[in-house]
Each structure stands twice: as structure tokens, then as C-alpha cells.
């Protein structure tokens, strides 16, 4: 079975750093591109940033450029979000999800359950 | 940015009917386009891809078309568990952008 689980979500003050993990199974994980897609509280969907398969090409929303970088370890089969410089904006539930098509921007399949993250002092 | 816009925002419907939501695209992507059923407090579930293709798994109840700006996702007879919330995405360019939505509540 295809599993994506999340986890490193919390409470942080605005300002703060948070590191997000998600461990995959049940597929090649070498095999695909990778991303992060985030919902605020009662929003709709917003993606953050993908990874290539072999983490040579990442990519980003432009509110998250500069403070947030996805990475991967494909020896764990595990992704990875460093959040720095948070802001109230980023409060929201963080999805990793598998990427699907041949290139770079694609549809995603399956979502893990997501890890909630609340900046607030 | 390519901006996705779905219509209705919000629609009541009864166990039976036939169920049509509207995506928007504010330039053409061709056939890039996904639908993703979500339900209270889970995680988005893909239901088509390439504007019409459904993915493994789906009831053959759903349907998708469209392309160039406008699409469709159709449920031909709405079941209890398809009461849920639905989203279109683009996957023409970055960076891959949703609609906002459409809540599908019990009449």
C-alpha cells in the first residue's frame, strides 16, 4: 500500500523555524517527484514546493522563496520541508504528496494526512 | 500565475441527482487539469486527471471533460459518501495552482 505520513507539525512563534518530515511507502520513491501542498484553517489548497527525483531541481510558491526549502533523502525514502522565518500567513495543514505526470508540474497522488502548523505567539 | 475558478462555490443536491461543477481557467492549459474530492478533516483524494481520465479506483459515476480554459467535473447520480468538498487544479505551468472549491452539502 502507497502510505505518505507526516509528521513535525506544531506550535511556533512568528519568527520561528519548523522542520516538516514525511516518510513514504509501499512505492519507488526514486522514482518520483515529490511535493508539499498546504490548506489554511476552513481554506482552499495552495502547493509549496516540489523536489525532482534525485533532488537536483527544487521548486517554490514565490510567498514561501527565501524562508523555505524542500529536500529529500532517498536512502530513508523520507522529504522534508525547513521552514524558517515563519509568519501567521504560513498557519495551516501541510500535505506531502506524491507527484504525478512526466515533468515537472503535475497532479498529485496519493496525499498523505497532513501535520498542522500554527505560528502565533 | 494561471488562476483557477470554480462555480459554484457551493450547491445542495439530493441522494440521485445529477451534480455538474464548473472549473475556469484564466488561460489555456490545454488538458492539465485535475479534480481532488476532500472530505471534513482528510486529506484530498485525486479523482480524474488529464481533464478526463479517471484514476484508479474512482466510481465510473464521476466523469471529467473539457479543455483549452473550461472544464467540467460531472457525478451522474450523487452518492451519501460524495458529499464532500471538490477541487480543480492546473498542472499546465508553475506553479500548480487550485480553484477554490466547491462544497457539495445534502439537500
Known amino acids: 500500500e502507497v502510505q505518505l505520513v507526516e509528521s513535525g507539525g506544531g506550535l511556533v512563534q512568528p519568527g520561528g523555524s519548523l522542520r516538516l518530515s514525511c516518510a513514504a511507502s509501499?512505492?519507488?520513491?526514486?522514482?518520483?517527484?515529490m511535493s508539499w501542498v498546504r490548506q489554511a484553517p476552513g481554506k482552499g489548497l495552495e502547493w509549496v514546493a516540489n523536489?525532482?527525483?534525485?533532488?537536483?531541481?527544487?521548486y517554490y510558491v514565490d510567498s514561501v522563496k527565501g524562508r523555505f526549502t524542500i529536500s529529500r533523502d532517498n536512502a530513508k525514502n523520507s522529504l522534508f520541508l525547513q521552514m524558517n522565518s515563519l509568519r501567521a500567513e504560513d498557519t495551516a495543514v501541510y500535505y506531502c504528496?506524491?507527484?504525478?505526470?512526466?515533468?515537472?508540474?503535475?497532479?498529485?497522488?496519493?496525499w498523505g494526512q497532513g501535520t498542522l502548523v500554527t505560528v502565533s505567539s | 500565475d494561471i488562476q483557477m475558478t470554480q462555480s459554484p462555490s457551493s450547491l445542495s443536491a439530493s441522494v440521485g441527482d445529477r451534480v455538474t461543477i464548473s472549473c475556469r481557467a484564466s488561460?489555456?492549459?490545454?488538458?492539465?487539469l485535475a479534480w481532488y474530492q476532500q472530505k471534513p478533516e482528510k486529506a484530498p483524494k485525486s479523482l480524474i486527471y488529464a481533464a478526463s481520465s479517471l484514476q484508479s479506483g474512482v466510481p465510473s459515476r464521476f466523469s471529467g471533460s473539457g479543455s483549452g480554459t473550461d472544464f467540467t467535473l460531472t457525478i451522474s447520480s450523487l452518492q451519501p459518501e460524495d458529499f464532500a468538498t471538490y477541487y480543480c487544479?492546473?498542472?499546465?505551468?508553475?506553479?500548480?495552482?487550485f480553484g477554490g472549491g466547491t462544497k457539495v452539502e445534502i439537500k
Open positions: 523536489i525532482k527525483q534525485d533532488g537536483s531541481e527544487k
Open positions: 488561460q489555456g492549459i490545454s488538458s492539465w
Open positions: 509501499g512505492f519507488t520513491f526514486t522514482s518520483y517527484w
Open positions: 487544479q492546473q498542472y499546465h505551468s508553475y506553479p500548480p495552482t
Open positions: 504528496a506524491r507527484d504525478r505526470s512526466s515533468g515537472a508540474v503535475n497532479w498529485f497522488d496519493p
